[in-house]
C-alpha cells in the first residue's frame, strides 16, 4: 500500500486560500450588520421609493435618483417573490440581500484586479482592506446606491484596462460597462469620459486610431444610456440626463454662506421658508431641501423649480466665486479635504461607534501613497486611470455637494488600485534598490588568486 504524498503549498495557493477566507469572513461581517440600522435617509427613501414603483408597474418617480439601485432592489425583489419592500429601520429583505450580493461580489473583483496588477499578495492586502474597511460593511444594511457605484466603478476601470490594447469589440463592451456605470451613478459619468480618453490614447496611436475608439466607446455608452434618458425626458417635458438632481446640488455646492453643505445651506433658509410656510416652522427637519427649493422658485415666478434652481446656482457662481474667489476657494478645498478625510458615519444622524477615523485615515493614506506613487514612478496605464478617474469624480462632487458618503463609492477603487501600487512599489523599487545598494556598499566581488604555496 502506497500513500499519497502531498505536495506543499505553493505561495499562490496560500495566498488564494487566504483571499477565500477574507472574502467569506468579510460576507459575514456585512451580513451581520443588516437590520441593525436606525435611520432611514431621505435618498434611502428615494431608491427604495422607485424600486417600488417598479414592482407595481407605476409611473416613475421624480428621476432624482439613478435607476441602477432601484432596478437590482426590484429584480432581487421580484426574484424572491415580493411585490414592495419595506422601507423601515431595522430592515431586512431584497434591498439588503441585494446589497450583501454586491459587496460580496465587489471583494471578489477587487482581488481578480489586484491580482492581475501586482499579484496574488498584492490581491490579498487589497481585499482585506476592502472587506475590513467599515463603512463598506455598514452600508450594506441600507437601500443606498453606493454599493452599486463601486462595483461599478471597478468593472469599468477593469474593463477599460482590458480593452485599451485589444481589438474594438472589447472597446465596445467596455463601453458598455461604462453606460450601466452611468446608470448606477450618475455622477461617474465624468470618471467615463476620463477613461474613454485614456483608451483612445493609450500607446500613442495615429489620429484615426484614436477618434475610432474614443468613438466605439462613447457610442456603446449612449446605446446603453440613452433608452433611459429618452424615458426620463418623455415624462418631465425636458431633456434629463439621467437624473434631475443636478440643479439643485449645484445651488447648495456653491451657496457660500451655507459652506456648500446641505444641512447648513437649510439651516440658513429656515427663517425665510418659515416666514413663508409658517407650517414648516413646526416640523422643520434638518437638511430636508423641498420648502428650501420652493421659495427659491418662488423667486423666479417665470420659471419651473428645476430652472430656478439652476438660475439660483448661476447667481452664486456670479455673487460668490466671481465676487469672494478666495472664500469661494477655501470653500471648495474644504468640501475636497472634508470628501476625503472623514469617514461616513454608517448612516446614522451621528458617527457610528463602530466606525473610527483612525482606520479611515490610515487605510486611505496608505492607499494614496500606493496609488499616485505608482501612478508617478511605475508610470502603469492601470494606476495612471484610476488616479484620474478617483480625482474627476471627487472634484465634480467638490462643485456640487460633496460629503463624507461620496468616498463610500470611491473606497473599493481606491484600496484596491492603492494596495496594488503600493505593493509593486515595494517590489519593483524599493527592495531592488535597497538590494543593488548593499551590493553597492560591499564593494566588487574579490577575484580568487588559486592556493598559496608557502616554501
Given at each position: 500500500?502506497?500513500?499519497?504524498?502531498?505536495?506543499?503549498?505553493?505561495?499562490?495557493?496560500?495566498?488564494?486560500?487566504?483571499?477565500v477566507?477574507?472574502?467569506?469572513?468579510?460576507?459575514?461581517?456585512r451580513?451581520?450588520?443588516?437590520?441593525?440600522?436606525?435611520?432611514?435617509?431621505?435618498?434611502?427613501i428615494?431608491?427604495?421609493?422607485?424600486?417600488?414603483?417598479?414592482?407595481?408597474?407605476?409611473?416613475?418617480?421624480?428621476?432624482?435618483?439613478?435607476?441602477?439601485?432601484p432596478?437590482?432592489?426590484?429584480l432581487?425583489?421580484?426574484?424572491?417573490?415580493?411585490?414592495?419592500?419595506?422601507?423601515?429601520?431595522?430592515?431586512?429583505?431584497?434591498?439588503?440581500?441585494?446589497?450583501?450580493?454586491?459587496?460580496?461580489?465587489?471583494?471578489?473583483?477587487v482581488?481578480?484586479i489586484a491580482?492581475?496588477?501586482?499579484?496574488?499578495w498584492?490581491?490579498?492586502?487589497?481585499?482585506?482592506l476592502?472587506?475590513a474597511?467599515i463603512?463598506?460593511?455598514?452600508?450594506?444594511?441600507?437601500?443606498?446606491?453606493?454599493?452599486?457605484?463601486?462595483l461599478?466603478?471597478?468593472a469599468?476601470?477593469?474593463s477599460?484596462?482590458?480593452a485599451?490594447?485589444?481589438?474594438?469589440?472589447?472597446?465596445?463592451?467596455?463601453?458598455?460597462?461604462?453606460?450601466?456605470a452611468?446608470?448606477?451613478?450618475?455622477d461617474?459619468?465624468?470618471?467615463?469620459?476620463?477613461i474613454?480618453?485614456?483608451?483612445?490614447?493609450?500607446?500613442?496611436?495615429?489620429?484615426?486610431?484614436?477618434a475610432?475608439?474614443?468613438?466605439?466607446?462613447?457610442?456603446?455608452?449612449?446605446?446603453?444610456?440613452?433608452?433611459?434618458v429618452?424615458?426620463?425626458?418623455?415624462r418631465?417635458g425636458?431633456?434629463?440626463?439621467i437624473?434631475?438632481?443636478?440643479?439643485?446640488a449645484?445651488?447648495?455646492?456653491?451657496?457660500?454662506?451655507?459652506?456648500?453643505?446641505?444641512?447648513?445651506?437649510?439651516?440658513?433658509?429656515?427663517?425665510?421658508?418659515c416666514?413663508?410656510?409658517?407650517?414648516?416652522?413646526?416640523?422643520?427637519?434638518p437638511?430636508?431641501?423641498?420648502?428650501?427649493?420652493?421659495?427659491?422658485?418662488?423667486?423666479?415666478?417665470?420659471l419651473s423649480?428645476?430652472?430656478?434652481?439652476?438660475?439660483?446656482?448661476?447667481e452664486?457662481?456670479?455673487?460668490?466665486?466671481l465676487?469672494?474667489?478666495f472664500?469661494?476657494?477655501?470653500?471648495?478645498?474644504?468640501?475636497?479635504?472634508?470628501?476625503?478625510?472623514?469617514p461616513?458615519?454608517?448612516?446614522?444622524?451621528?458617527?457610528?461607534?463602530?466606525?473610527?477615523?483612525t482606520?479611515?485615515?490610515?487605510?486611505?493614506?496608505?492607499?494614496?501613497?500606493g496609488?499616485?506613487?505608482?501612478?508617478?514612478?511605475?508610470?502603469?496605464?492601470?494606476?495612471?486611470?484610476?488616479?484620474?478617474?478617483?480625482l474627476?469624480?471627487?472634484?465634480?462632487?467638490?462643485?456640487?455637494v460633496?460629503?463624507a458618503?461620496?468616498n463610500?463609492?470611491l473606497?473599493?477603487?481606491?484600496?484596491?488600485?492603492?494596495?496594488?501600487?503600493?505593493?509593486?512599489?515595494?517590489?519593483?523599487?524599493?527592495?531592488?534598490?535597497?538590494?543593488?545598494?548593499?551590493?553597492?556598499?560591499?564593494?566588487?566581488?574579490?577575484k580568487?588568486?588559486?592556493?598559496?604555496?608557502?616554501?
Open positions: 500500500m502506497h500513500l499519497t504524498r502531498f505536495r506543499p503549498l505553493s505561495g499562490r495557493d496560500l495566498a488564494l486560500l487566504l483571499i477566507a477574507v472574502i467569506l469572513g468579510g460576507a459575514v461581517a451580513a451581520e450588520v443588516i437590520g441593525t440600522n436606525t435611520f432611514v435617509s431621505a435618498d434611502e428615494g431608491y427604495a421609493g422607485d424600486a417600488n414603483r417598479i414592482l407595481a408597474h407605476e409611473r416613475y418617480g421624480s428621476f432624482k435618483w439613478a435607476p441602477g439601485t432596478a437590482v432592489f426590484a432581487f425583489a421580484r426574484a424572491a417573490g415580493y411585490h414592495s419592500l419595506k422601507i423601515t429601520t431595522h430592515a431586512h429583505g431584497p434591498a439588503q440581500d441585494a446589497q450583501l450580493a454586491i459587496e460580496v461580489l465587489t471583494l471578489v473583483l482581488a481578480l491580482w492581475m496588477l501586482a499579484g496574488p498584492a490581491a490579498l492586502i487589497a481585499v482585506a476592502t472587506a474597511y463603512p463598506l460593511v455598514l452600508v450594506t444594511r441600507s437601500y443606498l446606491s453606493e454599493p452599486l457605484g463601486g461599478m466603478l471597478l469599468a476601470l477593469a477599460g484596462a482590458l485599451r490594447t485589444r481589438r474594438l469589440p472589447y472597446i465596445a463592451g467596455a463601453g458598455a460597462v461604462a453606460g450601466l452611468c446608470l448606477a451613478r450618475n461617474l459619468a465624468v470618471g467615463m469620459a476620463v474613454a480618453v485614456a483608451i483612445a490614447l493609450a500607446g500613442r496611436p495615429p489620429w484615426r486610431t484614436a475610432c475608439r474614443l468613438a466605439v466607446y462613447l457610442g456603446c455608452l449612449a446605446l446603453v444610456v440613452a433608452p433611459w429618452i424615458y426620463a425626458s418623455q418631465n425636458r431633456f434629463v440626463p437624473t434631475t438632481s443636478g440643479p439643485n449645484l445651488f447648495i455646492g456653491t451657496y457660500l454662506p451655507g459652506h456648500g453643505e446641505q444641512f447648513q445651506t437649510v439651516a440658513t433658509f429656515r427663517g425665510a421658508v416666514a413663508r410656510e409658517p407650517t414648516q416652522c413646526a416640523h422643520f427637519r437638511g430636508y431641501t423641498a420648502p428650501m427649493f420652493r421659495l427659491i422658485a418662488s423667486r423666479y415666478p417665470h423649480e428645476n430652472r430656478a434652481a439652476t438660475e439660483a446656482a448661476l452664486n457662481l456670479r455673487k460668490y466665486a465676487g469672494q474667489p472664500a469661494f476657494t477655501g470653500m471648495m478645498w474644504e468640501k475636497f479635504w472634508h470628501l476625503w478625510s472623514y461616513w458615519s454608517g448612516g446614522n444622524s451621528g458617527l457610528h461607534p463602530d466606525t473610527s477615523r482606520q479611515h485615515v490610515v487605510f486611505f493614506l496608505l492607499a494614496w501613497v496609488l499616485l506613487g505608482g501612478a508617478v514612478v511605475l508610470r502603469r496605464f492601470e494606476l495612471i486611470a484610476a488616479t484620474a478617474v478617483l474627476a469624480v471627487s472634484l465634480l462632487n467638490m462643485v456640487f460633496a460629503q458618503r461620496d463610500v463609492r473606497a473599493p477603487t481606491l484600496l484596491t488600485y492603492g494596495a496594488a501600487g503600493l505593493w509593486l512599489l515595494i517590489t519593483k523599487r524599493l527592495v531592488p534598490g535597497l538590494k543593488r545598494r548593499r551590493e553597492a556598499a560591499a564593494g566588487p566581488p574579490q580568487s588568486t588559486g592556493p598559496v604555496t608557502v616554501g
